[in-house]
C-alpha cells in the first residue's frame, strides 16, 4: 500500500522535477521580455534625440567671409552733397560686397559671376547697411569686414556637403569648392555662432532664418491660452469639487470634461476655424485665436488636475473654518484654494507644456503662413515654434533640415524647462497632512 | 475703442469699490463698530463694484455679437431695389459697401457711395451711443452701489451668490465647448451632404476631392468616398498598436511586478518623456530618418513599390509615441490588483509569470482592454506624423510599405490655403471632422466606461 503511494508520490516528484527547468525557463523569458521592451522604448528616446542633437547643432553656428570693403560714394551709389539717412538706407551696399569678392578671385563670364556671388548671403548687405547707417563716419574708409556666407557656402564650410558626389548632381560646383579652398587658405573664412538663427524671424534663405518670430508667436500664444484656461479651469474645478450637488446636471458636466480631454486635437483646429474665424470674425493666423483655441483643448487638463488638488485638501482645514462661523464661500477662497493651488500651478503647467507643443489645430486657423515679421502684439500674422518646425521641415534644403532639428531642439528645452519647473513645484510644495 | 472703454469700465468699478468700502466704513464708525454692519467693508465695496461692471460687460458682450448683423440689416434697407433685385448676392454688395467705407476700393456709383457714407454714419453712431450708454451706466450703477450701502443690506451673501453664478458658468463651459464642436462641425458637415449624398461618402471607394471648375479639366473628379481614408487610418493604427500594445503592456508589466523601485523611478519618467514630446517632432523624425530607411532595406530585401512615404514609417512611429500611454494605464490597472490575489497564486507554488499570466491579468484584463481602446482612439485621431510621414494619395490597399492617407491628413490639406468655405473640397473637412469626432467619442465613451466599471470592483 505505502509502496504504491511513494511510487506515485515519486513519479508525482519527477514531473515536477522535469517540469521545473521549463518553467524557470519561462518565468526568466518573461522577464527579459520587459525588460527587452523597456530598453527598446528608452533605446528609441536615445536614437530620437541623438539624430535631432546630431543633424542640427550645425545650425547654432555659420560662417563669415572676410572681405575688404571699400565704402566710396561711387560704388555706393550716394549722390554727392548732403548725406541724408534716408539716401544712406537705400545706397547699393550689395554692389559693395559685391566689388569686395570680385577683387579675391578672378573670374569671367555671367555664370562664373552668379556662382560667386551665391558666396555672399542677401542679408549681409543689410548688416552692411545698419553698421553704415549707425556709424556714417566710416564712409570713404576701406575696412575689411565680416560678410555673413551664403547657404552653399556655409553648408560646405560646415562638412555637410559631399564632395565626392558626381559634380553634377550637387548645387556645390568644384568650381566653387576651389574658389572656397582659396579663401579658406588666405585665412578669410571663419566659423562664428549663429546669432541670426534666434534674432531672426522666419526667411527664405535657410542660413537668414530664425525663430526669434515664432517664439514670440508662440509666446503671445500661450499668454492668451493661459490667461483664458487658468481662472475658468480653476473655478470650474472649484465649483464641481466645493459647490456642485450631485444631479445629473453635474454628472454630464464630469463626463464631458472627460470626454474632451479625449477629443483629437484637430477637431479643435476645426471649431476654431469655424466660430472664431468664420463665425466671430477674428483675424486669421493670429496668437489671439491660436490661445483661444488652444485653452479650449487645455482647460479639461487643468480641471482634472485642479480637482485632483482640490480633493487633496484635507476636510478638517474647511471643517476649521466653517467651525468659526466663515461662510462656505469663505472656507474655499481663504482656505482650500491657497493650500491647492500649488497642485493647480503643477497641473497648469503641464497643461501649458502640451499646449506648447501643439500643432494642428494652429494649423487649421492659419498659423502656417510665412511670416517674416515678428508679431508686436497678440492680434499680428504670427506662426508658433511646432508650426515653424512644421513648415520648415517641408522645406528640402539642407540648410532647413539643419534649422528644423535646431528648432526642435530649442521647443524641447523649453519643454524640458517647463516639466522640470512641474516637478520641481511639486516636490516643493508638497505636503503630507 | 473697445480696450479704451474697458479701461474705463474697469476704472468706475474700482472707484465704486473704494467709495463703497470706505462708506461702509464710516457709518460702522460712526455707529459702534463693525458690528453695526451685516458684512464686512469689503464686501459692500465688491457688491458694487459688481453692480458697476457687471450689467456694462454683460450688454457690451452683447452689443459685439450682435452690432455687426443690425448694421447689416439696416444699411441693407437703404439700398435701392434696383440694385437689389439685380440677382447679385446681397453679402456680396454689403462687403462691395464695406470695402468702399473703409478706402480699399473707389467707385462712382451714386447708391454705393451713399450707403457707405450710410454705413459710416451708423458705424460712427453706434460706437458713440455704446461708449456713452456704458459709461452712463457704469456711473448709474457705482452712485446705486454708494446708495446700497446700509446696515440691512446682506452685501456678503449677495456677493458670494454672485461668484457661485460665475463658478457655475465657468464648469458649463465644458458642456459650451461640446456643443460649439458638434455645432459648428454638424452645421457645415449638412452643407458637404446637401451637395454629396449620405451614401456617397459613406460607402464610396474613391477619394479625389479636387473639384472641376472647367468641364475639360483633368484630375478633378470630384469624388467623396470615405471607404479608403477609413482603411488608411485603420492600417495605421494597427500598424501603431501592434508595436505599442505588447511593448507598453510588457513594460508595464516588467515595472509593476518586477523592477527594483530605483529602476522604476528611473524607467518610468523616462518612458514618460516620449510621451512629452511633440508630435511634429515625431512626425520629423518618421519623415527624414525612418521612411527612407524603410525604403531602403525592403529594396534591399527585393520588395518592390515601396514608396518613400509609407504606412509602415507612420505606423511604426506613431506606436513609439503612443507607448508610454499605454504603459501608464496598464501600470494603473496592474498595481490596483490587490496583492492578496498575487499571494495567493504564489503560495499555491505558482512562479511569478505564472502569477503574471494567470492572475494578475486576466483580473486587470478590462482596464487594459479600456486603455487599449483608449490608445487606438489616439491613434486615429493623431495628425502630425501622418501629416509628415504617411502620404496623400489615397490607396485602398493592404500593403503597409505603399503610401496610404488618412483623415487627418486630408482634413489638414483641404483647409491649407486660402478657401471659399461654400465648396464640396472644403466642407468635406467638416465631413470628416465630424466622422472623426464621432468614432474618436464613441471609443473613449465605451473604454472609459471599462475602465470605470473595472476599477469599482475591487473597492
Known sequence: MTDILNQIAKTKQQKVRASLAKRKAQESRFRYYGIISISAAILFLVVLLSAIVSQGYTAFYTTEIKLDISLDKETLD???????????FQADYSRVLREAIKQEIAISGRKERKALYSFISTGAEYDLRDMVVAQPSLLGQNLSYWAQAGDLFNQYNKGNVDASVEEGSRSFKNQQIGWYK???????????FNRNFFTNGDSRDAELAGIWGATVGSFYTLLVCFLISFPIGVAAATYLEEFAPKNKWTEMIEININNLAAVPS?????????????????PRSAPLVGGLVLSLMTLPTIIISSRAAIKAVPPSIKDAALGVGASKVQ?????VLPVAMPGMLTGTIIGMAQALGETAPLIMIGMVAFIVDVPQGPLDAATALPVQIYLWAENPEKGFAENTSAAIMVLLAFLAFMNTCAVLLRKRLERRW | MNSLLLVILVCISVCAYVIASKRAQQLASANGGLRYLHSRPSYYGMLAAIVTALPALLILFVWSISSASIIQSLVMAGVPDSVLSDGTNHSLIYSQIQHVASGIK????????????HYQHLLALGDNIKFAALIALAVAGLIFGWKLVGPKLRARPHVESVMRGFLLICSILAILTTFGIVLSVLFEAIRFFNIIPLTDFLFGLQWSPQVALRADQQGASGAFGFIPLLTGTLMISFIAMSIAAPIGLMSAIYLAEYAS?????????????LAGIPTVVYGFFAALVVAPLIRDSATAIGIESVSSESALAAGLIMGVMIIPFVSSLSDDVITAVPQSLRDGALSLGATRSETIKSVV???ALPGVVGGLLLAVS?????????????GLSANLTANPFESVTTITVQIVTLLIGDQEFDSPKTLAAFALGLSLFVVTLALNFVALRIVKKYREQYD
Open chain 2, 378 to 390: 489616439r491613434a486615429i485621431g493623431e495628425t502630425m506624423i501622418v501629416v509628415m510621414a504617411a
Open chain 1, 331 to 335: 472656507s474655499v477662497t481663504h482656505h
Open chain 2, 106 to 117: 473707389v467707385t462712382d456709383h451714386a447708391w454705393l457711395i451713399n450707403a457707405s457714407a
Open chain 2, 261 to 273: 523601485p530605483r529602476v522604476r523611478s528611473i524607467c518610468k519618467p523616462l518612458l514618460e518623456v
Open chain 2, 361 to 363: 491579468l486576466p483580473a
Open chain 1, 78 to 88: 550716394l549722390a554727392e552733397g548732403e548725406l541724408t539717412q534716408q539716401a544712406l
Open chain 1, 266 to 282: 484637430i477637431v479643435f483646429g476645426l471649431l476654431g476655424l469655424a466660430i472664431f474665424l468664420n463665425l466671430a470674425d477674428l
Open chain 1, 182 to 192: 582659396q579663401l579658406a587658405n588666405e585665412g578669410r573664412v571663419r566659423t562664428v
